[in-house]
């Protein structure tokens, strides 16, 4: 029989100090020397098939202890040192399997006090957003990646860039695109720059969406995405050439604390200068507010994606030419947030968009269709909200597609002016005006609400103790005082 060799020194030496044995003891016992035993707990000989049968029938250990690896351990210990206040404190995993092995009992304590570490920030940190939305500004801050950085910075600001905006205006005019936009941008591409625009299969771009080789001036594109997407990809590199001024300048205005947080944002403001490009200001918000903020008459009459058109809504903020003032939140279906916008900034203190019960979760029980919904706050302010699917790069038949879903909303007092508020169902009040009825009651996300016997609530709210009464059981897994 082949040998099969295990280095296991740290689990051995823990072992032999549980059952009280010396290392000449134990070596006795197992028929090796006393030095070649020290080796093995140091790790610098391995463990064979026939030594481990012999430690499983002379002092009772299982095969499995032995065999058994701390890769639970590793990964937890792995977490922590992601954490932006360690990260590259360690070079590599090596020191992690190390304290692992070494010291199993030391890393579940660090891994239960970084746990403790995380949720107090988490507290401290809905706390800071309980108090900002009574007006009283906190200095609570906790260390964030540089795409936490540039998220905060893009969602409490409008989404509206007037800079980009007139510069988007101007490369339309001097490409009149007409009705071919990704011919247009192909064709100055290649005139002013040499740079030829080729789609290639999934097997040459396995992992890219699109890649710019500068040493054969060719822009590469995946075939995985769709020609809305792609049309978005040259229209994002021709922005970089031609609007980088601009864009600097509107980087620099962010006052971004890294080059990092300042890459991620070059990015977010190419792709804003993009949908500048798709759907021009002037005629994208007068076609919006004849089609009444319909997202599937613009979409087709743009010719770009649900998404798009949806994004390009939350950014009519120009002076004399407004929008209603939407604002956006992305999620997976995994309840994952990574896009939040809005015209006047994302309403993180009177919607917050936290709660489970908003439609946008709903929409991936119906995956295409869209879903309307008036939605109440606690504090009694009402919102129109707009929810679908959005389906990501297309896979091969193996693969899983990439689903998303995307929500719209707007306060109803706007939705006289948006088609989807006849979609909602009114009463007629005093005077003959419509009264919204039956909006849905949610909050700003469930460790901030406090609406009781909700049968959606996740988690218990920070500013209550919990119910802990033997003699009544409420609705929720967290009834609160």
């Known amino acids: 029989?082949?040998?099969?060799?295990?280095?296991?020194?740290?689990?051995?030496?823990?072992?032999?100090?549980?059952?009280g044995l010396t290392q000449t003891a134990m070596a006795e016992g197992l028929g090796i020397s006393p030095s070649y035993?020290?080796?093995?707990?140091?790790?610098?000989?391995?463990?064979?098939?026939?030594?481990?049968?012999?430690?499983?029938?002379?002092?009772?250990?299982?095969?499995?202890e032995l065999h058994g690896e701390a890769g639970g351990s590793i990964a937890a210990l792995r977490e922590v040192f992601s954490d932006p206040l360690l990260s590259g404190e360690l070079p590599g995993d090596q020191e992690l399997i190390e304290i692992a092995e070494a010291a199993?009992?030391?890393?579940?304590?660090?891994?239960?006090?970084?746990?403790?570490?995380?949720?107090?920030?988490?507290?401290?940190?809905?706390?800071?957003?309980?108090?900002?939305?009574e007006g009283k500004a906190t200095a609570l801050s906790s260390a964030r990646l540089p795409i936490d950085e540039v998220n905060e910075v893009f969602e409490r600001r409008p989404n509206h860039f007037q800079s980009i905006e007139e510069e988007a205006d101007a490369f339309v005019s001097l490409l009149d695109p007409r009705d071919?936009?990704?011919?247009?941008?192909?064709?100055?591409?290649?005139?002013?720059?040499?740079?030829?625009v080729k789609v290639l299969p999934v097997t040459t771009m396995p992992n890219w969406r699109r890649r710019y080789d500068r040493h054969s001036q060719r822009l590469f594109l995946s075939e995985?995405?769709?020609?809305?997407?792609?049309?978005?990809?040259?229209?994002?590199?021709?922005?970089?050439?031609?609007?980088?001024v601009a864009i600097?300048?509107?980087?620099?205005?962010?006052?971004?604390?890294?080059?990092?947080?300042?890459?991620?944002?070059?990015?977010?403001?190419?792709?804003?200068?993009?949908?500048?490009?798709?759907?021009?200001?002037?005629?994208?918000?007068?076609?919006?507010?004849?089609?009444?903020?319909?997202?599937?008459?613009?979409?087709?009459?743009?010719?770009?994606?649900f998404e798009q058109a949806a994004n390009r809504l939350t950014t009519l903020q120009r002076q004399g030419a407004l929008g209603a003032p939407f604002f956006m939140l992305e999620i997976d279906n995994a309840g994952n947030r990574f896009r939040r916008s809005g015209a006047q900034g994302f309403?993180?203190?009177?919607?917050?968009?936290g709660c489970p019960k908003l439609p946008v979760h709903a929409a991936f029980t119906q995956p295409g269709q869209i879903f309307v919904e008036a939605v109440q706050m606690p504090d009694g302010a009402e919102f129109l909200c707009v929810a679908r699917t959005l389906e990501g790069p297309q896979g091969a038949f193996n693969e899983r597609p990439r689903r998303t879903a995307i929500l719209l909303g707007c306060d109803i007092a706007f939705r006289a002016e948006i088609v989807y508020g006849a979609a909602l169902p009114q009463a007629t009040g005093p005077a003959g005006r419509p009264i919204?009825?039956?909006?849905?009651?949610?909050?700003?996300?469930?460790?901030?609400?406090?609406?009781?016997?909700?049968?959606?609530?996740?988690?218990?709210?920070?500013?209550?103790?919990?119910?802990?009464d033997e003699m009544v059981t409420g609705l929720s897994a967290f009834d609160f005082q």
């Open 37 to 64: 035993l020290n080796l093995i707990e140091r790790n610098q000989r391995p463990l064979t098939v026939q030594l481990i049968l012999k430690l499983a029938s002379a002092y009772k250990v299982e095969p499995e």
């Open 104 to 133: 199993p009992n030391a890393a579940a304590a660090v891994v239960k006090l970084f746990r403790a570490y995380r949720e107090q920030a988490e507290r401290l940190s809905d706390l800071s957003e309980l108090l900002a939305q």
């Open 436 to 468: 919204q009825i039956g909006a849905t009651a949610v909050g700003p996300a469930c460790r901030l609400c406090e609406r009781q016997g909700c049968l959606a609530r996740a988690e218990p709210p920070v500013t209550r103790p919990l119910g802990l």
């Open 224 to 244: 995985r995405l769709s020609p809305f997407d792609q049309l978005r990809e040259v229209a994002m590199e021709a922005c970089l050439i031609r609007m980088q």
């Open 248 to 305: 600097a300048a509107e980087i620099k205005a962010l006052k971004l604390s890294s080059d990092e947080a300042r890459r991620i944002a070059r990015f977010e403001l190419a792709r804003y200068a993009a949908h500048a490009l798709m759907m021009p200001y002037q005629a994208f918000q007068t076609a919006a507010v004849r089609a009444l903020y319909d997202v599937d008459v613009l979409r087709s009459r743009f010719g770009v994606s």
């Open 347 to 353: 309403p993180h203190s009177r919607f917050g968009g």
């Open 180 to 196: 071919d936009l990704m011919g247009a941008l192909k064709a100055w591409l290649k005139r002013d720059y040499g740079i030829v």
């Open 1 to 19: 029989m082949a040998e099969q060799k295990i280095f296991a020194g740290p689990r051995i030496r823990r072992i032999r100090i549980a059952k």
